[in-house]
């Protein structure tokens, strides 16, 4: 009986979830989270490289920014063929 009890303790201790984790640490390494992007955009990150910017209505087609490489860097980019208005920060076709 004890071994039985023992064997369900661990099990339930493997599938338990922290308390208010909610997934947001599901992923992380080292305190660095997977963003989670709303509809309409992805995640881009970028390990150790050199950033590629997100297309805006201003700058629709950007090349890699070469002056130095970064690391970690994530975030939410309009989904193609949509590009980014700074102006209202939405996501928008580039006839639009």
Excluded: H, W
């Amino acid at each position: 009986m004890k071994i039985v009890f023992v064997c369900l303790v661990f099990v339930g201790l493997a599938l338990a979830k922290p308390a208010g984790d909610e997934d947001n640490s599901r992923g992380c390494i080292m305190g660095s989270c997977p963003l989670k992007c709303p509809p309409g955009t992805y995640r881009y990150a970028v390990g150790c490289d050199y950033l590629l910017p997100e297309p805006t209505c201003k700058n629709p087609r950007p090349v890699k920014e070469t002056k130095f490489q970064i690391c970690d860097f994530q975030a939410c980019y309009c989904s193609p063929p949509t590009v980014r208005n700074e102006e209202t920060n939405q996501c928008v076709r580039l006839c639009d």
